[in-house]
Every structure is written in C-alpha cells, then in structure tokens.
C-alpha cells in the first residue's frame, strides 16, 4: 500500500533564509508525486508536480522539488522564503497505474516564517 | 472560472444528529471527491464520483455516510447519526478527467465540530 511521510510538522524560518520540507514515499509502482498549499482558511492549491521527465520540477514563485526514486523522497525547497509563504504543505502521491485519480496525503508541514 | 463552491463553511451539531454538506465542482469537470480531513491529518478521500458514478468509496463508513451526485453536477454528503469522532474539516475537489496526472481543484471545505 502506499503511504506518504511527512516527518517535520512544523518549520519556524526567518524571512529571506532557506527552507526544506521534507517528504519520503512509499510505493511498490511508479508514482506522480505532488506538493499542495494550503493557507489558513483557504483550500488546497497544487504547487507542483512531478508526473515523468525532468526529475527537478519547480513552481511560479520560487519553490522547487526533486523527485528521487532510490531515496523515494520529493523534498521541497526554496532557497529565499517571504512572509507571505506562511501556511501549511502537504505531500501527495498517485498510483500511475492504478484504477483511479487518488491521491494520498501526508500529515502535512507547517511553514512558519517569521520576521 | 469559478473554483469549487461548498457550504456550509461550519457546521456544530450534536452527537447522534444528522448533517449534510453540498458542493458545486467546477463547470466542466467531470470528477468530484470528497476528502476527510481529521486535525494534524491529511486529507483522506472518502468517495470519488465519475459524472454522477461512484469509482471509488472503498473509505466511506457506508453505516453512516452516504454521497450523492445527481446529474453528474453538484453533490451532497450526509452523515447520519454523526459520532464525536467525525468532528473534521470535509473538502470537495474536482479534475477534469479522471486520469492521474489531472489537477485535482479544492473547495474552502465545511469545518465539522460533533460535541
């Protein structure tokens, strides 16, 4: 079965300093692998993707994750964070091979960036 | 274009009561989940509607929940009688098509407090 872990539940970084949040997979198939974003009292967006290619796969503002199949792990990173990143991250995974779109989630990470 | 619509957006009853919640997917998409979002979880998809077919709803506690999507468009959640341990934030998504690497969009989700 598949499971996604998120070890890190919350990360408190200054503004301007870098960031990774951490994600490890488990999966006995292939996999597309997903990071959404979730700020307070909204839904869950999709930040990026990684569906096949390219194993580095980066978002529109600055966020950029790696997929590594030997460490089964999609690490988000982002080299300078702003106020504005505040919210809470969660990892996905997808069966590529199975019967439907399911998606299943990690516990999620908080960002806290503070000033 | 319009995102997911859901309401309520909070909802506080009593245990052994019933609840229903109603989403509005995106115009177009043909695919419409229903996650659990239990606090200090990630989502967990409850049931998965293929135009107004279920595909999946091997997660749904069938003794109390049920989900309906008639005419392939909206879709309602009921839970009857709800138990403490339901207490959660339900989010409706919708994809286009039903195929892995289709974005799933997310609704603002129904806060559900049992007391």
């Known amino acids: 079965a598949q499971s996604v872990t998120q070890l890190d539940s919350q990360v408190p970084v200054f503004e301007e300093a870098p960031v990774e949040l951490r994600c490890n997979y488990s999966s006995s198939v292939s996999v597309y692998l997903f990071w959404y974003v979730q700020y307070p009292n909204q839904g869950l967006q999709l930040l990026l993707k990684?569906?096949?290619?390219?194993?580095l796969v980066e978002s529109i503002n600055g966020f950029e994750a790696e997929f590594n199949k030997s460490q089964t792990s999609f690490h988000l990173r982002k080299p300078s964070v702003h106020i504005s990143d505040t919210a809470e991250y969660f990892c996905?995974?997808?069966?590529?091979?199975?019967?439907?779109?399911?998606?299943?989630f990690g516990t999620g990470t908080l960002l806290a960036v503070q000033p | 274009e319009a995102g997911v619509a859901q309401s309520p957006r909070y909802k506080i009853i009593e245990k052994r009561q019933s609840v229903a919640f109603w989403c509005n997917p995106i115009s177009g998409h043909a695919t419409l989940y229903w996650y659990q979002q239990i606090l200090g979880q990630g989502p967990k998809l409850l049931i998965q509607?293929?135009?107004?077919?279920?595909?999946?709803d091997s997660q749904l506690p069938k003794d109390r929940f049920s989900a309906e999507r008639l005419k392939g468009v909206d879709s309602t959640l009921k839970i009857q009688p709800a138990k403490l341990e339901d207490s959660a934030v339900y989010l409706c998504?919708?994809?286009?098509?039903?195929?892995?690497?289709?974005?799933?969009?997310f609704g603002p989700g129904t806060r559900l407090t049992v007391t």
């Open positions: 998504a919708s994809s286009l098509v039903d195929r892995r690497s289709s974005e799933q969009y």
């Open positions: 996905a995974v997808s069966d590529n091979g199975g019967a439907t779109n399911k998606l299943i």
């Open positions: 509607f293929q135009n107004n077919g279920v595909v999946d």
């Open positions: 990684y569906l096949s290619g390219s194993t």
